[in-house]
């Protein structure tokens, strides 16, 4: 049988998908060949759980061309960081190449041409690119990582985010249901809808902290800015995420496609996450 192909398989800071997907493919018998970018105790142990691991730079074409050969389903993360394009379309001409029929890609919920973000109107390019590449495309988009929460409060014992009122509400998932429908997708045998949208759980940010045993102060996009560097660590990140949650500011109370989705369970086999269960779990 042919390996599937799984990029961000270290596992990285935003949700460690990647390398969820890996460990359950694995676990389900199923060869992986795991793409990283560097070797570190991570790919020891991605090797030490059957993995071929491959190594690479996403964005460069003479790293990703062996690494979908005599492949024919990919899962393709790359983190909200620079790049991500041409990361993307180095990745749909490798695979286009190789005649690759499943692609699991993570995308966000919103995204569309006129997103409220840079990086999600960057995703929308993205699944097109990918699209065209006619490679089997499935895009997850997908809601706020609960971990991206986690980030946001550090070890302080406040989440202070530029969201206006605590009823303000977000839509949010774990990555792990994120990387279980990546999975559950890579072994479906049947087709599958070309854009599934996940959000597992639908809370205020007022509800959210009180989840983490904090409280939720809001704050000035400007100076959040600011400030969220030294916790997110990437300038894209952070342009991102201001934009993110000013738009959800605006939004207020909720919007059409803040809900919990089907295909979580569809492809889990088990509801979705929830933040309880998220935490009681760390
Ligand atoms: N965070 C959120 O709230 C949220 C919400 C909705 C959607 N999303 C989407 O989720 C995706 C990111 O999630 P994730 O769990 O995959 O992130 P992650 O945990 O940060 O993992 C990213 C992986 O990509 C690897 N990587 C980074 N640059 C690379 C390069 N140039 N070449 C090869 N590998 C590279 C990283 O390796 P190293 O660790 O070695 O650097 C890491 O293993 C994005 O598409 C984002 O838009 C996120």
Redesign the pocket.
């Known amino acids: 049988m042919e390996p599937i192909l799984v990029?961000?398989?270290?596992?990285?800071?935003?949700?460690?998908?990647?390398r969820t997907v890996a460990e359950t493919l694995l676990r389900a018998g199923l060869p992986v060949r795991a793409?990283?970018?560097?070797d570190d105790a991570r790919t020891a142990e991605l090797e030490d759980l059957g993995a071929e691991v491959v190594r690479?730079?996403?964005?460069e074409i003479t790293s990703v061309r062996p690494a979908v050969r005599g492949v024919r389903r990919a899962y393709f993360?790359?983190?909200?960081?620079a790049?991500m394009l041409d990361?993307t379309a180095v990745f749909a001409a490798a695979a286009r190449e190789a005649d690759l029929h499943r692609v699991v890609a993570?995308?966000?919920?919103g995204s569309a041409p006129d997103a409220g973000t840079p990086?999600m109107r960057r995703?929308w390019v993205a699944e097109q690119v990918l699209d065209r590449a006619e490679i089997g495309a499935v895009h997850l988009r997908?809601?706020?990582?609960f971990?991206?929460l986690r980030v946001a409060i550090g070890d302080s014992d406040v989440l202070a985010l530029p969201l206006g009122s605590p009823d303000t509400v977000l839509p949010l998932i774990a990555?792990d249901d994120v990387a279980g429908v990546g999975a559950g997708v890579l072994r479906a045998d049947g087709p599958v809808d070309s854009v599934l949208w996940l959000a597992g759980e639908i809370l205020t940010v007022g509800e959210a902290a009180e989840h983490f045993g904090v409280r939720y102060v809001p704050v000035d996009a400007e100076d959040w800015a600011e400030t969220a560097i030294t916790r997110y660590r990437d300038p894209v990140a952070v342009e991102h995420l201001t934009h993110l949650w000013t738009m959800f500011a605006a939004i207020g109370s909720g919007h059409e496609l803040f809900r919990v989705t089907e295909s979580i369970e569809q492809f889990t086999g088990r509801p979705p996450i929830t933040l309880r269960d998220h935490l009681s779990r760390a």
């Open positions: 990029t961000g398989a270290a596992g990285g800071s935003q949700g460690g998908t990647g793409f990283v970018r560097s690479g730079d996403l964005r993360t790359y983190p909200v960081s790049g990361a993570v995308s966000q919920l990086h995703h997908a809601a706020v990582f971990e991206n990555a």
